[in-house]
């Protein structure tokens, strides 16, 4: 699997925010503020003409005044402005970009964006990574987790939110935490590739809706089970989900070796979903530290 842009995106020595602001409750303020106090030790690039600092950091007007070509970068604008700062990012340069919020008929152009600027997407609609090791918190939660050796990596920001609140409450420790969103780019097959071969990760913990490939995703799981447990959670009572757990089922046959909770919820929140399987959330920390 392509493992291209990957390490920008997972270990970023520098971050624009696009968009950052210094009113509460904008998606550019919450993504500084879990910036800074992650203790990011890269510099962080606030992007806004409205601005000359952002939280004590100085601004920059416009993607083209930047010093120089950020690893990373966050989109917390208007989505409508997706395209057009996409268009920007790529003629600086910028190798990967997270895109908090864009509508689906945006798709294709954004796809078609990236390619022509050889550059890696995690979202859309996604919450955002955070990479303890790193001190990296470039999502929304306000909430600090420990570092540890599980990388947990989900299709759900609400199930993301959730798992989260109830880690920190249990001192709970991740690697890598990772919401997909939308999956338009950057899938969990080579997340997984990657995360195989990351010396923090012991375990990998997935929550899994949907595959955009069946076939990519076995062979990466297959390769990273070899050396490291994957533990899967399905969730959905969807023609797709149950097309998913379907499959799964018939990996498990193949022999490949992973540990496989079917979980088909017909509660409305996530909150119930999750005290179905928040053991297997518990099995998971457990297999990571030994």
């Known amino acids: 699997m392509s493992q291209r842009g990957l390490e920008a995106l997972l270990r970023p020595k520098s971050i624009a925010v696009i968009g950052a602001s210094m009113k509460p409750n904008r998606a550019g303020y919450l993504m500084m503020r879990n910036l800074l106090a992650g203790g990011f030790n890269g510099p ?8 000359k600092a952002v939280l004590g950091v100085l601004a920059w007007p416009d993607i083209a005044s930047l010093p120089f070509t950020p690893d990373l970068a966050v989109l917390c604008t208007n989505a409508s402005r997706n ?3 996409l268009e920007e990012l790529g003629e600086k340069g910028c190798k990967t970009c997270i895109i908090l919020s864009a509508p689906a008929s945006q798709h294709e152009d954004l796809r078609a964006c990236a390619l022509r600027h050889n550059m890696r997407q995690l979202g859309p609609n996604s919450l955002g990574l955070l990479a303890p090791w790193q001190g990296l918190n470039a999502s929304f939660s306000p909430v600090p987790i420990k570092r540890g050796k599980l990388a947990f990596i989900s ?13 920190q409450q249990r001192e709970m420790g991740f690697s890598y935490f990772i919401a997909l ?6 899938d969990v097959d080579e997340l997984l590739d990657y995360l195989a071969r990351d010396s923090k990760t012991s375990a990998i913990l997935l929550y899994l809706e949907q595959l955009s490939d069946a076939r990519r995703f076995v062979s990466a799981a297959r390769s990273a089970s070899r050396n490291k447990p994957i533990l899967v959670i399905k ?3 969807s023609p797709a989900a ?20 079917p979980v088909c919820c017909g509660y409305r929140t996530p909150t119930n979903c999750f005290r179905r399987w928040k053991p297997l959330a518990i099995c998971a920390r457990c297999v990571a530290t030994g």
Request: charged fraction near 15%.
């Open 155 to 167: 299709q759900s920001a609400a199930v993301s939110n959730t798992i989260l609140d109830w880690a």
């Open 83 to 85: 395209l057009a700062l």
């Open 181 to 186: 969103g939308d999956s338009l780019d950057i």
């Open 235 to 237: 969730s959905g009572r």
């Open 44 to 51: 962080v690039l606030p992007v806004t003409p409205a601005w």
């Open 242 to 261: 149950q097309r998913l757990l379907n499959t799964t089922q018939e990996w498990i046959r193949r022999g490949m070796q992973l540990f496989s909770v």
